[in-house]
């Protein structure tokens, strides 16, 4: 199989030399799941020898979403047209080799459907493949899972990352910004060029003036920080936080400073770990279930106790 745009991954790239009838890809946002799915399923219905091509009449209809034997099922679908759709994939195929279904947000399955599928899984006709996308796969019911090959995304090399962000695409960016995104991504192509657009540099910047201020012990700052005017956004920024200082809790080890702010780095691994525990516990359990204003007091209260209660 060819992984042209497909970074690292090597463990991935071995385990996809053995044909299967299912595959679970998993792995955070940004992490290459959907760039992996779109080389798996054109691999899938590609006529050449070396797959996908690109070029050949099926890659051509898998480009422009047209080929008659994938099918793309969304996740709030209802368990009597999910079983009317797989009743196709007893049928041979009409065009390619393989009949595939992308699951993309596979985790949002109900449990109903997904007993469903797990059925002609486990007894799959022999041109049908079942491709599920998620970010949680543990919210897949086991006994699917167990069905299926995982492909788990992994974070690439640093220098790679680095490389990839030398391309003219990124030409206009400071080396200052592509070396703050590096540090970001965790080693996630997709999450350092999220990091590069306007928007999350924005939401960065807030990370940073809130983490700042609380390094710095500045109550009124961290409020400003914390006020947003959608839920949305404030549910968006807390879990940048969360990533922002577990950013700055690696580079503890690591010993990489580039991009990252010393006042935060200077807290040191037992209050950055309370920070991350406190945040993590918010977004987990608290971020649907309270008001937008409970929310942020929430962040700045936690945050301000984990941090600073003991000294
Ligand atoms: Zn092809």
């Known amino acids: 199989m060819k992984f042209d745009g497909l970074i690292g991954n090597s463990g991935i790239k071995k385990t996809l030399e053995r044909p299967f009838h299912a595959y679970i890809i998993h792995g955070p946002k940004g992490s290459g799941k959907h760039t992996l799915a779109n080389i798996l399923t054109a691999a899938l219905v590609c006529e050449s020898d070396e797959k996908p091509c690109g070029k050949c009449s099926q890659c051509k209809k898998f480009q422009t979403g047209n080929h008659i034997d994938i099918t793309y099922c969304p996740t709030d679908i209802k368990v009597k047209e999910l079983r009317e759709k797989l009743k196709d994939a007893s049928y041979l195929p009409n065009d390619a080799e393989h009949r595939v ?8 399955l109900s449990t109903v459907c997904q007993n469903a599928l797990l059925k002609i899984v486990e007894e799959p006709p022999k ?3 079942f491709i599920f996308i998620t970010e949680n796969s543990k919210a897949i019911l ?6 299926c090959e995982a492909l788990s995304m992994e974070p690439i090399d640093e220098k790679e990352l680095v490389n990839y962000l030398q391309k003219p695409e990124f030409a206009r960016i400071s080396e200052e910004k ?7 991504s965790g080693g996630y192509i997709g999450v350092a060029k999220d990091f590069l657009s306007d928007e999350k540099t924005e939401l960065y910047r807030r990370c940073d003036a809130f983490a700042t201020a609380l390094a710095k012990k500045k109550p009124a700052e961290l409020l400003r920080a914390v006020t947003f005017k959608k839920r949305e956004d404030l549910a968006e920024f807390s879990t940048e936080l969360y990533e922002y200082f577990t950013v700055h809790l690696r580079s503890l080890k690591t010993g990489s400073t580039t ?4 006042d935060v780095r200077a807290l040191g691994p037992r209050r950055l770990v309370s920070i991350c525990t406190r945040l993590d516990d918010i ?3 608290l971020r649907f279930n309270v008001n937008t204003s409970l929310f942020s007091t929430l962040i700045v209260s936690e945050c301000y106790s984990a941090c600073w209660r003991y000294s």
């Not at 279904?101 to 949002?108: H, M, S």
């Not at 086991?142 to 069905?147: G, K, M, V």
């Not at 592509?178 to 970001?184: G, I, L, P, S, Y």
């Not at 991009?259 to 010393?262: E, K, P, V």
């Open 127 to 129: 041109h049908a493949v």
């Open 283 to 285: 977004n987990e359990k």
């Open 142 to 147: 086991q006994t699917l899972r167990s069905r």
């Open 259 to 262: 991009g990252l702010n010393a």
């Open 101 to 108: 279904f992308v699951f993309d947000q596979a985790e949002k």
């Open 178 to 184: 592509k070396a703050a995104a590096v540090a970001f």
